[in-house]
């Protein structure tokens, strides 16, 4: 390529370039198709039951049935599009982040075109604040310095200079380079660059496409429920056709037993769990964006709160990604004369930096001075730029009728600039070297007094005095400290994995509070073996100059011992790592397009705070679905017995699928909210994370669940039994029956929640959705049993003052037997103590 003077691309061959390469942006994933997430619904084993229901309601010649049992179809149906099409839309609306437009020479003239527009061959025309939109090379620069923290992590600009000859791109962060790269920010200076490449084909591009090799972990949860669902499936279908065989055999029904089997089959599938799952994980969803947490992938909540290791990057998530003073001194080693005044410090530190200027240390500097400044700086009488040979900055400025100039550099420049001697610039080297070792950047500022004499066009042999160091760090960010401790006694262990120097991600490390007792860098890495990976990974928490593919081989080397990570990060040189971590996290003020695509979750603030505020809502979500999940099992065990056991003692049928579909689809996920809503346990993140390898229900939480739902059971069957004998009709024992099905289910609920922290004490605890249950079930019964045509639809008979009370009763009795035997029983036990970060 010809980096030579170049006028530009004209217009016609700029329009047929975009058509042969296509436009300048990176592919991003492709949205869900609605018609899929339709046909994943249906292929649901309850779906499938309902819709079979339904067909022989048709057949009996029962379209109200029918019509009824479809409409549940739609509403499941319904939840699961309106839930994909939520998260689809809130990704989009998180897109863009980059600049839209670009400045290139067409035609001969600057012109200001869509980013999307740039195509290779274009001149670019970067100036200070510019988002630079391509590959691209050099052919012109002027004291340009461009942030390339999004590729390669390190937040100080790198300096870059034109060639005057062809050359091949090379990879970014080898400063001074002549290139410069899509995505990255130009923080001083102006060029012209001649675009290489654009698109995918960019750096950034290329991380990209290195996402598509590495595959998708899939939520354990999602596995477990599956199984289970899958499992309880095959026994459904088994128990329905042998009430087939049943009814055909000994009763000559054959329409009749598969009515009856599907029934069974419908009481016994937990078809609740999906939508159980779905409200569980949007509604948690939801409180989290509250919280600045976008669940672009919404499995990622209950992984979340199982995560061990979080893999933290340094710029952007654990610091600001922005300069700081943090330290100036007069006091220097080996000053010849007195120390300086620390506001004469300050001010001519201002004074040195140009009046407006993206450079994050300029912003840095005039921030630390701008106090000791007072009015606005002087105008500059002349301009001293900073320059490989001479890395110092200054600025001739006049106050007062006297002219003086202020340098700010690097300190062993200065201080030759101010006749230190050797000894001296040593004594210097050494207070510098200490601070550098605390993971800071250290400039020096003097001062060259002229009087009334005209500013000469160059800087040595001017009498500069050195005014003291000024020490500069990339802060962390506000509360990251007590994020990492909460971390620890979670027993979530945080690591640092960055690009940056060695003794910068020590210093970082320190501060935050992470164990920074051993440090590896990508060098070592890279001569490690796998097995001399894991052993090291034993006892390391800090690693620096690590590579975009060695983040990559962390994570990944985590994962085969066992760990569950969640990776953090905001740069494209993070997009591998977000995309093979169990969870990846990426920032969404700072982050890139790829980096976001890759994640699971974004944040929107970029506040590492709000990461931790995700693990505490993931271990919520899940300890309240192990509620959820145990409440569907033990329900299931009424219902199906109920099913069953007229069918089995020769009577008609109790229950027919319109009683256990209303059941199931009103209480339930009814259920499923209150559960949902209840608050969390205060000491939910003072215990280790759960093992990875756990089920979401262990036996003695399963046995648990189905004694309740036998208790309820036998409750139950109780009331039926009195209806049957007291009244002598079927109807006003269906009545009981489903009355105290109804209520038995409430009684579980009451049940469950006070079982951690007793029976009055939980009713006192702030849930209105329980509440809410508790008076919607009660108002839909009232509701079936007073309208006529609901209670023909269900074919119930009026309760009598007697059954009502038999049935409170009843209700009363069952559930402090369960409060009783459940705190007995489920009495928390001890737990190991959290391991350290």
Not at 659 to 684: K, Q, W
Not at 706 to 725: K, Q, R, S, Y
């Amino acid at each position: 390529m010809d980096v030579a003077a170049h006028p530009g691309l004209g217009s016609e061959e700029a329009r047929r370039l975009l058509r042969e390469v296509g436009p300048n942006a990176l592919a991003t994933e492709k949205r869900s198709r609605w018609w899929r997430t339709l046909l994943d619904v249906l292929r649901e084993p309850m779906v499938l039951l309902l819709v079979a229901c339904a067909g022989a309601y048709v057949a009996f010649g029962q379209p109200s049935e029918a019509a009824l049992l479809g409409a549940s179809v739609l509403l499941v149906v319904g939840i699961s599009l309106l839930q994909e099409g939520k998260t689809e839309r809130a990704l989009q609306a998180l897109q863009d982040l980059s600049s839209p437009m670009a400045s290139v020479r067409r035609d001969g003239r600057a012109v200001r075109i869509r980013s999307a527009e740039v195509v290779p061959g274009d001149v670019l025309l970067l100036a200070e604040g510019d988002r630079v939109t391509a590959d691209a090379v050099l052919v012109s620069a002027t004291e340009l310095r461009v942030n390339e923290s999004l590729l390669t992590g390190e937040s100080t600009p790198v300096g870059k200079r034109a060639v005057p000859a062809p050359i091949a791109l090379e990879a970014p962060g080898e400063a001074p380079t002549p290139f410069v790269y899509a995505s990255t920010l130009v923080v001083g200076g102006r060029g012209e660059a001649i675009v290489g490449v654009t698109g995918a084909r960019t750096e950034v591009g290329r991380i990209g496409r290195a996402l598509d090799t590495i595959s998708l972990v899939r939520s354990p949860l999602r596995e477990q429920l599956s199984g289970l669902v899958r499992a309880v499936a095959l026994v459904a279908a088994a128990c329905c056709v042998g009430m087939l065989l049943v009814y055909g055999l000994g009763r000559a029904d054959w329409l009749g037993g598969l009515l009856a089997g599907l029934t069974l089959a419908i009481s016994l599938v937990p078809e609740e769990f999906p939508v159980v799952v779905t409200i569980f994980l949007a509604l948690g969803a939801y409180r989290m964006a509250r919280r600045n947490v976008l669940a672009r992938r919404m499995a990622a909540l209950e992984t979340l709160g199982a995560a061990t290791v979080l893999c933290a990057d340094k710029t952007g998530t654990l610091t600001e990604n922005r300069m700081r003073v943090v330290e100036g001194t007069t006091a220097l080693a080996g000053a010849p004369g007195n120390a300086a005044d620390p506001a004469e410090l300050r001010e001519t530190a201002v004074l040195a930096c140009p009046r407006e200027s993206f450079d994050p240390m300029d912003q840095a500097t005039v921030e630390y001075g701008r106090e000791a400044l007072g009015a606005s700086p002087p105008p500059a009488l002349l301009e001293y730029p900073l320059s490989s040979e001479l890395p110092v900055m200054a600025f001739a400025r006049a106050k007062e009728g006297r002219s003086f100039v202020a340098a700010k550099g690097a300190p062993e420049a200065v201080a030759h600039l101010s006749g230190w001697n050797h000894d001296q610039r040593r004594a210097l080297d050494a207070q510098v070297r200490e601070l550098a070792e605390r993971g800071l950047r250290v400039l020096a500022v003097a001062r060259a007094e002229l009087g009334q004499g005209v500013p000469p066009e160059r800087l040595r042999g001017l009498p500069f005095r050195m005014l003291g160091l000024l020490a500069y760090a990339d802060p962390l960010r506000t509360g990251v400290a007590d994020a990492v401790a909460e971390c620890r006694r979670a027993g979530v262990r945080v690591m640092l994995i960055t690009g940056d120097h060695p003794s910068t991600a020590l210093a970082i490390a320190r501060a935050a509070g992470i164990d920074a007792g051993r440090l590896l860098t990508g060098a070592q890495l890279e001569s490690l073996a796998d097995g001399e990976l894991q052993a090291a990974l034993a006892d390391t928490r800090v690693f620096a100059r690590v590579a975009p593919l060695q983040k990559l081989r962390l994570v990944e080397t985590l994962q085969a011992m066992g760990e569950v990570v969640a990776m953090t990060g905001d740069g494209v040189n993070d997009a591998p790592a977000l995309r093979a971590a169990n969870i990846g996290v990426a920032m969404g003020g700072r982050g890139t397009d790829v980096a976001r695509e890759a994640a699971d979750l974004i944040v929107l603030d970029d506040d590492f705070v709000s990461i931790v505020g995700a693990i505490r809502a993931g271990r919520r979500v899940y300890a309240n679905l192990q509620k959820s999940i145990g409440f569907v099992l033990a329900v299931h065990v009424p219902i199906a017995g109920m099913a069953m056991l007229p069918v089995l003692l020769g009577w008609p049928m109790l229950l027919t699928p319109v009683h256990i579909v209303l059941l199931e689809l009103i209480i339930d996920p009814a259920c499923s909210i209150a559960f949902e809503m209840e608050p969390a346990d205060p000491a939910i993140m003072d215990r280790p994370p759960r093992s990875p390898k756990a089920r979401l229900m262990d036996r003695r939480q399963v046995l648990g669940s189905l004694l309740e739902g036998l208790a309820v059971f036998a409750v139950v069957a109780l009331g039926f039994w009195i209806g049957l004998h007291k009244h002598g009709g079927m109807g006003d024992a269906r009545t009981l029956a489903f009355s105290g099905l109804l209520f038995g289910s409430l009684g579980l609920i009451v049940a469950s929640r006070a079982q951690s922290t007793g029976l009055w004490r939980s009713l006192r605890v702030p849930n209105p959705a329980f509440w809410a249950v508790l008076g919607g079930a009660s108002l839909v019964l009232a509701l079936m049993l007073l309208l006529p045509p609901l209670r023909t639809l269900f074919r119930l008979t009026p309760l009598h003052a007697d059954d009502v009370a038999i049935s409170a009763g009843l209700t009363a009795a069952l559930v402090a037997a369960l409060v009783l035997t459940g705190r007995i029983a489920g009495r928390p036990r001890a737990r190991a103590p959290a391991p350290t970060s």
